[in-house]
């Protein structure tokens, strides 16, 4: 069971299990560091033939073998990328390597293992109660810890800090329980992810050189021995992770390994993303069912996002993030929902119609290079508009090449005309242009299963393919607001 962060949910608690430390040594129990943990349950995977780190599209021959040699290897790595490549996705799905449960110490802060205790006051429960200490069982998805870096970040934030309660109590300053523990040392035994590493300000980067390396912790001057377990994993900006960024190269030389991420390189891979990451699973409501994007349509957004990425007019140090296809498609979708409430629909199913409304909803995730002062600037969508007429004329020659569409042509030899619109209904489409010639044989060639050839997918076939003849120059067009005619 997963949720949507990627992190494996916790079922029930399994029973039985042993409670005690006495019942946890009869069982047969052995500590394992995470390390370890994570090495041995990745090689049983690629062993039995199993993907990995499942649902990370694109990486299988690239990031992915990287990865897996860095946790073999026992290496903290770290992951450098544009934005929206699927980073912090990566990271939060390692969780699924480790061993699915584990037992800790009941009322431990650091996750302590029953059969290896590193604090004071673990050493002091066991030499109190001793076979009778109490053991509890930590889900795999409650290993897992994280921080998004910012410049406000401070070292009790990720370390911890002197606790003036426990000094009031009489501790004192060195007293290693006088300590309130920061995020890192409470994710001991898991996983912890500092996102954005180049953002945290260069002391609290110092503040990770012993955590790396020495395993222990300083706090306001006192050093506290914890040897840590656990596996560090950072992301970043590979224009901010260099000497001239804003990463100190003793943190740099703490990390073992290095791995390069990027946008999917195939086309089948973007599309595939798409369909895994869009909320395209809607729950049908009043006089309309659960919507249809034709895979032509899914086509067009993925070669529009790459077109985006290659444009000249785009920031190429800010990427395009896979976040802009997968809202390009559910802003498609939406619009075919509502188009369906308006017009009484029985089904929506997406069309070419619906693609204009993908400009100016994903204007925002686009950093435009030498862009003008006036954020209104009319230059940007118009260049977003054009790379969308590129998308839909390459998809048009991918999937209509050597179709003959001289029939649907010959409609409008007479000077008639053809009108749409986001709000034109599938029937009063088709209506317009009576028997379409070679309509199964278009069909086919988008990808409509025999059973599913409805008036809707009809509709959003037939206006594919008069886009992509007016786009070929073999047809006329003219837009007006919502509304678009074709023909003379």
């Known amino acids: 069971m997963t949720d949507t962060s ?16 006495g019942e946890l040594r009869a069982d047969g ?10 090495r041995a349950n990745l090689l049983a995977r690629l062993g039995r033939g199993h993907p990995s780190l499942p649902g990370m599209v694109g990486f299988e021959d690239t990031v992915l073998p990287e990865v897996e040699r860095a946790i ?24 699924g390597l480790l061993d699915e449960w584990t037992p800790v110490l009941v009322g431990s802060e650091l996750n302590e293992h029953p059969l290896h205790p590193i604090s004071v006051w673990a050493h002091r429960q066991i030499a109190e109660h001793g076979d009778a200490t109490p053991v509890g069982w930590l889900h795999r998805s409650d290993r897992f810890g994280e921080k998004l870096a910012t410049p406000d970040t401070s070292v009790g934030d990720l370390i911890g800090d002197v606790d003036p309660i426990k000094v009031a109590e009489g501790r004192t300053l060195g007293d290693p329980e006088t300590v309130h523990y920061g995020l890192v040392p409470r994710t001991n035994r898991g996983i912890f992810s500092v996102n954005e590493l180049p953002d945290l300000a260069e002391r609290i980067q110092v503040a990770l050189l012993n955590v790396l390396e ?10 506290v021995r914890l040897p840590l377990d656990l596996l560090l994993v950072a992301s970043a900006n590979p224009e901010d992770y260099t000497n ?8 740099k030389d703490r990390f073992g390994a290095e791995v390069r991420t990027h946008y999917p390189i195939e086309l089948e891979d973007e599309i595939r993303l798409v369909h895994q990451e869009s909320q395209t699973s809607w729950t049908g409501g009043g006089t309309f069912g659960m919507p249809v994007v034709p895979e032509h349509l899914v086509e067009i957004i993925a070669r529009f996002t790459r077109l985006v990425r290659e444009s000249s007019h785009v920031d190429q140090r800010s990427g395009v993030s896979a976040r802009f296809a997968i809202a390009g498609l559910e802003t498609v979708t939406a619009s075919a929902v509502r188009r369906a409430a308006i017009a009484g629909e029985s089904r929506p199913v997406a069309r070419v119609v619906d693609l204009p409304a993908v400009v100016p ?14 954020p209104d600037d009319e230059r940007e969508l118009e260049v977003l508009e054009h790379l969308l007429r590129q998308a839909t004329a390459q998809t048009f020659r991918a999937r209509c090449a050597g179709l003959d569409l001289t029939g649907l042509q010959e409609h409008f030899t007479g000077g008639e005309t053809v009108e749409s619109g986001e709000l034109v209904p599938a029937p009063a489409l088709l209506g317009q242009l009576g028997t379409i010639p070679k309509l199964a044989e278009l069909l086919g060639r988008l990808g409509v299963p025999e059973g599913e050839q ?25 837009t007006d607001g919502t509304r678009t005619v074709y023909g003379a």
């Open 6 to 21: 990627g992190v494996t949910a916790a079922p029930a608690t399994p029973s039985p299990t042993p409670t005690t430390l």
């Open 29 to 38: 129990a052995a500590y394992r560091p995470v390390k370890a943990e994570l």
């Open 72 to 95: 073999i290897a026992g290496h903290d790595l770290v992951l450098l990328g544009e934005r929206g490549q699927g980073k912090t996705r990566l990271i939060r799905t390692l969780v």
């Open 214 to 223: 020495e395993r222990d912790i300083q706090i306001r001057g006192h050093r």
């Open 244 to 251: 001239r960024g804003r990463i100190i190269t003793p943190l």
């Open 361 to 374: 909803a994903s204007r925002g995730k686009v950093e435009f290079a030498d862009s003008g002062a006036d």
């Open 454 to 478: 409805s008036a809707e997918q009809a509709a959003a076939a037939v206006e594919f393919a008069l886009e992509g003849l007016y786009l070929t120059r073999r047809l006329a067009k003219d």
